[in-house]
C-alpha cells in the first residue's frame, strides 16, 4: 500500500516538474500573476537574460499546458498579450510556498549564525 502511495506521489511530482521546471516557467508565471497581462516585450525585459527565442518556446508551452493564455488584438500593428488562465493561477499556493521557503533558504544560506542564534 504505501509502495503504491509513494510511487504515484512520485509520478505526480515528476508531472508537475515537467509541466513547471526549468529556469524560466516559474518566473515567467509569478510575473503574470502580479502584472498580468503582459506584452512579450515586458516579459522579456522583466526577466532580463532570456533570449526571444527561449521566451518564445516557455510560452508557447505554458500556453499549450493552459497554464496561460495568450491574447492577439486585431490593431494595426498587431498586439498580443500573456495573461495567466484560472488554472494557471491554481498554482499560487504552490508559488507562495516556494518563495517563502526560498527566503528562509537565503537567510540561512547567507546568514547561518542568525540562524544558529534563534532558539527552537
Request: with cysteine.
Amino acid at each position: 500500500m504505501k509502495e503504491t502511495y509513494c510511487t504515484a506521489h512520485l509520478r505526480s511530482i515528476s508531472d508537475t516538474l515537467e509541466l513547471i521546471g526549468g529556469k524560466w516557467k516559474l518566473l515567467i508565471m509569478t510575473l503574470l500573476f502580479s502584472e498580468s497581462p503582459m506584452r512579450f516585450s515586458e516579459i522579456q525585459r522583466a526577466l532580463g537574460t532570456i533570449t526571444p527565442r527561449m521566451l518564445s518556446k516557455e510560452l508557447k508551452e505554458l500556453e499549450l499546458n493552459e497554464l496561460i493564455e495568450r491574447r492577439v488584438y486585431p490593431t494595426m500593428p498587431v498586439s498580443v498579450d500573456y495573461r495567466l488562465t484560472d488554472y494557471g493561477r491554481s498554482l499560487d499556493s504552490v508559488m507562495v510556498a516556494l518563495g517563502d521557503w526560498g527566503k528562509q533558504h537565503r537567510k540561512r544560506i547567507m546568514h547561518p549564525a542568525k540562524e544558529e542564534a534563534v532558539p527552537a
